[in-house]
Structures are given as structure tokens and as C-alpha cells.
């Protein structure tokens, strides 16, 4: 929480007008260690998002893929290119790819993806169009009021064939 407090104290400081999108990330969109695009593997090849993140149906985490993923691939698509020796030389290393995360919860604040997987609740609800990103983009403000308002939209409006109960408890997102 003292992150969050002398961040907003920073921010007053800094800029009088600052915008929300300051204090939430939204927009954040740090470069890669190597220049991986969803607009080219989610998009163009139309490669489902659960192939590489096929954590998000089993467990909290959507995970990012190991190298050995790529490598189904890379090892025949590209191989001399600069960037796919990137990906050789660190798995011949046997060292991870440091990805730079782009959305991150405060540790105050619990989330899983398996629920709303579960829930199909698209990925883009949430991220956004992912599959037109050079780059990845945080699409939304990830705030409580983003998920409080969902949750809340889909319980005054359920949906036919589907007994939806999102939590708006205090204790179900904050444990
Ligand atoms: C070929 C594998 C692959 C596919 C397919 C793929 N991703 Fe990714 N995704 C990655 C990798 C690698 C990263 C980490 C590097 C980056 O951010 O670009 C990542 C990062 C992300 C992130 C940011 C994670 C963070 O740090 O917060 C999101 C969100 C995401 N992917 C969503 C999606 C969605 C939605 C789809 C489908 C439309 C998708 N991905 C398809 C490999 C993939
Ligand atoms: C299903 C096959 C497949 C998988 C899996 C895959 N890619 Fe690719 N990737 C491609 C294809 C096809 C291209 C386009 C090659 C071209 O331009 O001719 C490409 C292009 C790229 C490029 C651009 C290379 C260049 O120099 O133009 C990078 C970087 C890249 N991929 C990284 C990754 C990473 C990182 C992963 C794992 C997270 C991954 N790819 C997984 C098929 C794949
Ligand atoms: C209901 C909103 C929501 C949906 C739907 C959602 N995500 Fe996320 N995603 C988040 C939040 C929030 C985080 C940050 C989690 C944290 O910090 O603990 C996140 C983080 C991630 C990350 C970073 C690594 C991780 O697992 O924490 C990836 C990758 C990702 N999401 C991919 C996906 C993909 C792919 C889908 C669809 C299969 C998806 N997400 C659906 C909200 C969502
Ligand atoms: C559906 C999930 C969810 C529920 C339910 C929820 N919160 Fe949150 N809350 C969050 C998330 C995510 C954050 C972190 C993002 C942010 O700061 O907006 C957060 C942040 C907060 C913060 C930090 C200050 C702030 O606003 O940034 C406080 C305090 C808080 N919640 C209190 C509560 C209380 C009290 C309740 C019950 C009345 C509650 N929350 C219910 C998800 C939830
Ligand atoms: C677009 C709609 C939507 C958004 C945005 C959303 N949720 Fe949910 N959430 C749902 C639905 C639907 C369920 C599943 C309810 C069920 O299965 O009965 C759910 C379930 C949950 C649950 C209970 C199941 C579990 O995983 O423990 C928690 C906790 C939760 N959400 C937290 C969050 C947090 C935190 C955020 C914001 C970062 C968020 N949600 C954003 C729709 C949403």
C-alpha cells in the first residue's frame, strides 16, 4: 500500500493534472527483450491465445510460454534471423526469456484467470484487441471500479442458460 500512497504523493507533486492513466498503468507498454508480435502470431497466423498461454484455463496465471514453445516452430521458421537467435542462443543457455510484465495486480488484490476462462469471459474484455499489438499494450485501467463493474453489470443481467454469480464481497478479491 506505501507504494501505492507515494506514488499518488508523487504524482500531485509532479503534475497537477495528472491523468488516470498515470496512476493505473493503463497504457503501459514497456519494450521486449526480443520483439515478439501478437499482431503477427495471434493475428496474421491466427494462433489461438491458449496455445502459448495455456495456463489461464488450469490455474490463476495465464503464464507466459517457454522458449520450447517457440521452438516448435523456430527451429525451421526464421532460424537466422536476429531475433530468433535470441530465442536459440537463451535456450541453448537453458536461461529464461525476460519478458517484461505488462499487467500487474498490487499484491492487496487477488485475481484468477481460470474462473473467467471458465466463465468465457473473452481475453479482450479484459486486454483488448491483443491480436492487432506489435507491442503489448495495457488496454484497460485494471482498477477495483473495472472489475466491481462487471461483476455487478452480470449479475443485474444474467444471461440465458447461464447462472453467472461473480463475487462483490470484499474478502473474494481481497484475501
Ligand atoms: C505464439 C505464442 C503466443 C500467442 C499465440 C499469444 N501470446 Fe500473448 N504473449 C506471448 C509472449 C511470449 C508474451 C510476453 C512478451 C510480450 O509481452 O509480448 C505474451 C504476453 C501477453 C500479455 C501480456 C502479459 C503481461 O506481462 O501482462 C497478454 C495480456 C497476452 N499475451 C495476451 C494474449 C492474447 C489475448 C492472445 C490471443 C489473442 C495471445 N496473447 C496470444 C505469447 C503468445
Ligand atoms: C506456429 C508456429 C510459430 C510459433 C509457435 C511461434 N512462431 Fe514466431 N513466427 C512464426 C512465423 C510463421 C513467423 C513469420 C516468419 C516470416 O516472416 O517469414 C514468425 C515470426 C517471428 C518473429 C519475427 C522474426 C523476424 O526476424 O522477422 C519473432 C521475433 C518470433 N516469431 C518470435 C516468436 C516467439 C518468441 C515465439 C514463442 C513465444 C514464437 N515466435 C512462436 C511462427 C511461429
Ligand atoms: C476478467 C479479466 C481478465 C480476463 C478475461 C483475462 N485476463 Fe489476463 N490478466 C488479467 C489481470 C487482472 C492480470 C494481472 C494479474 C495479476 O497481477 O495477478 C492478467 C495477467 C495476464 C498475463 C500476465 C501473466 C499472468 O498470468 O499473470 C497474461 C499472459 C494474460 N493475462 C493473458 C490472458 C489471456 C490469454 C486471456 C484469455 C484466455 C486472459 N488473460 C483473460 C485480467 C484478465
Ligand atoms: C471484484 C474484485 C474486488 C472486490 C469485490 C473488491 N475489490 Fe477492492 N480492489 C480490487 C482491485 C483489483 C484493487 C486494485 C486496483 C485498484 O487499486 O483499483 C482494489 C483496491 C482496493 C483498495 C485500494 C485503494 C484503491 O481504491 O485503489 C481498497 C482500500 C479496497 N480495494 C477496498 C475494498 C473494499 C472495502 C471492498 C468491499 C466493499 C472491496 N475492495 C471489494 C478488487 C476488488
Ligand atoms: C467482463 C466481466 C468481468 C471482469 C472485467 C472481471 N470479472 Fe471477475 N468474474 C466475472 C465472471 C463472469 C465470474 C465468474 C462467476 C461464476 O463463475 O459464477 C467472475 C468471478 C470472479 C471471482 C470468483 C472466482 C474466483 O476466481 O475466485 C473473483 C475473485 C473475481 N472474479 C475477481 C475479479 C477481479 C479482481 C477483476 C478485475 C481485475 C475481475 N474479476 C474482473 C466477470 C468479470
Given at each position: 500500500m506505501n507504494r501505492v500512497v507515494s506514488l499518488g504523493a508523487l504524482c500531485l507533486l509532479a503534475c497537477a493534472?495528472?491523468?488516470n492513466g498515470f496512476l493505473t498503468q493503463q497504457g503501459y507498454e514497456p519494450a521486449q527483450p526480443i520483439a515478439f508480435s501478437h499482431a503477427l502470431?495471434?493475428?496474421?497466423?491466427?494462433?489461438?491465445?491458449?496455445?502459448?498461454?495455456?495456463g489461464a484455463s488450469q490455474s490463476r496465471h495465464a503464464g507466459v510460454p517457454p522458449a520450447s514453445v517457440c521452438m516448435g516452430c523456430h527451429t525451421q521458421?526464421?532460424?537466422?534471423s536476429p531475433e530468433i537467435q535470441k530465442l536459440t542462443k537463451a535456450v541453448a543457455a537453458g536461461v529464461p526469456i525476460e519478458w517484461v510484465r505488462v499487467h500487474r495486480l498490487p499484491d492487496f488484490a487477488w485475481f484468477s484467470h481460470q474462473n473467467h476462462v471458465a466463465a468465457e469471459v473473452?481475453?479482450?474484455?479484459?486486454?483488448?484487441?491483443?491480436?492487432?499489438?506489435?507491442r503489448v499494450q495495457?488496454?484497460?485501467?485494471?482498477t477495483m471500479g473495472f472489475c466491481l463493474d462487471c461483476h455487478r453489470k452480470t449479475l443485474a443481467e444474467p444471461q440465458p442458460g447461464k447462472k453467472l454469480a461473480p463475487p462483490t464481497d470484499c474478502s473474494a478479491c481481497h484475501r
Open positions: 493534472a495528472c491523468d502470431h495471434a493475428g496474421e497466423l491466427k494462433m489461438n491465445c491458449q496455445y502459448c498461454h495455456f521458421v526464421k532460424p537466422g473473452a481475453c479482450q474484455t479484459c486486454h483488448g484487441p491483443v491480436e492487432t499489438m506489435a495495457q488496454h484497460e485501467t485494471m
